[in-house]
């Protein structure tokens, strides 16, 4: 009956299947290794601003220092992975969620 609730069996059958694998393989292969990245990237901005004082307060330019500039491209970068992944996840993941979803809702 179309449009009737899965059972849990179908839902099962369907994270068991490659396609499911692939879907979670390009998820993860893409968001665990910029995950990695962006937490040292963040870690080494904490340290240094913890134990390289003197550095992190070298002036740039006027009353601009390092520390405000690492802290600034802390959130550019924030906003450049949640772009990036938005793209990734528009090309890679949504086509391939859509198959997996349009295929257990026609109850194949």
């Known amino acids: 009956m179309p ?3 899965a ?5 099962r059958a369907v994270q068991a299947s490659a396609e ?6 390009a ?6 290794p910029l995950t990695i990245a962006f ?6 901005y904490v340290l240094l601003s913890n134990y390289a004082g003197d550095f992190m307060g070298t002036t740039v330019v006027g ?4 520390a405000f500039v690492f802290g600034l491209a802390q959130f550019l970068t924030t ?6 992944y938005s793209r990734h996840a528009a ?5 391939k969620a859509e198959a997996l979803r349009a295929r257990l809702e026609a109850g194949e």
Request: aromatic residues 22%; hydrophobic residues 50%; without cysteine.
């Open 79 to 84: 906003f450049l992975i949640a772009w990036w």
């Open 63 to 66: 009353h601009i220092n390092i």
């Open 7 to 11: 059972g849990p069996d179908r839902y």
């Open 27 to 32: 998820q993860r292969s893409f968001a665990f």
């Open 3 to 5: 449009g009737a609730p």
């Open 39 to 44: 937490v040292s990237w963040y870690l080494l």
């Open 91 to 95: 090309a890679e993941l949504d086509p």
């Open 20 to 25: 499911f694998g692939e879907l979670r393989r």
